[in-house]
Nanobody
């Protein structure tokens, strides 16, 4: 399984970023994709996930600000992040799984190398 993430960077509070994750080598009939993040000294936190049927769920901390979407033809997931806050600063990881598909467990799936998001106040 290979996950290639892109789109991280540095923005000021209130700004936006869009993360992308291209997945390959995953051959389960049904799977979910998602994002989790980890800030220094903090535990991993599921951010958003999306199923094959397009159903989504989000962490309470990002609801209304982040939107996850997926292009099934390209096996690519996106995370649109708006109204970013300094507390969103973290390494963001893409994940894919046929089993761990809740916000609380998405980080247990196959993960990418991560992309850094830094939000300054």
């Amino acid at each position: 399984v290979q996950l290639v993430e892109s789109g991280g960077g540095s923005v000021q509070a209130g700004g936006s970023l869009r993360l992308s994750c291209a997945a390959s080598g995953y051959y389960y009939n049904s799977y979910c994709m998602g994002w989790f993040r980890q800030a220094p000294g903090k535990e991993r936190e599921g951010v958003a996930r999306i199923d094959d049927d397009g159903s989504t769920s989000y962490a309470d901390s990002v609801k209304g600000r982040f939107t996850i979407s997926k292009d099934n033809a390209k096996n690519t997931a996106y995370l649109q992040m708006n109204s970013l806050k300094p507390e969103d600063t973290a390494m963001y990881y893409c994940a894919v799984s046929g089993t761990f598909c809740s916000i609380g467990t998405i980080y247990l799936g196959y993960g990418g190398q991560g992309t850094q998001v830094t939000v300054s106040s």
